[in-house]
């Protein structure tokens, strides 16, 4: 791929630090999902926002596979009906692994728009089969958390690409 004019060349991403980030974001749903706010409709999901950043900038590290895997563990964890996030995060997965060429030539604002109806696609996703095991209508602050998601996503794209930035050398005989 032909690298845009004025982005920095990136370092190749280590395999521990994605599963790191994965793991730290699925550890940070499970504490959102146990403290005083418990599952709250309008709280946004950091696994599928992390999923989607790792889904786009290394498409073949994490796919559809480690969506569906961490989508039943996200299951098994909030004892929800078993495949109801493996479905919605293999489906993210999938959105985001379609889209990715397409979504790195844009600035990273432009991104969040972008990943935008990803997010709400997956959340009008979950409802759908939540609605349809014969859960309640959680209330429309639902849809906050997808806006909070592409709200966010500026903030994790400069924190997970950081270990990925090359320090910049002032050696004049190296042209990278």
Known sequence: MIMPRGHQLLLPASPWFI????LAALLVNMLVNMSLIGNAA??????????????????????????FFFGVVTDVHQAALLGQHALTYTALGFLAVM????????????????VLPLFLTAHALELTVRMM???????????????????????VSVLLLAPQRRAPNPDVTRPL
Do not use: K, N, Y
């Open 99 to 114: 889209v990715h060429r397409r979504l790195l030539w844009f600035t990273v604002p432009s991104q969040a728009m972008q």
């Open 133 to 155: 095991s014969g859960s309640v209508f959680p209330g429309w602050s639902i849809v906050l958390a997808p806006l909070l998601e592409a709200l966010l996503w500026p903030a």
């Open 42 to 67: 309008w709280m946004p999901d950091f696994l599928a926002l992390v999923l989607v950043f790792w889904c786009v900038h290394q498409p073949r590290m994490v796919g559809i596979g480690v969506a």
């Open 19 to 22: 599963g790191g980030t994965l």
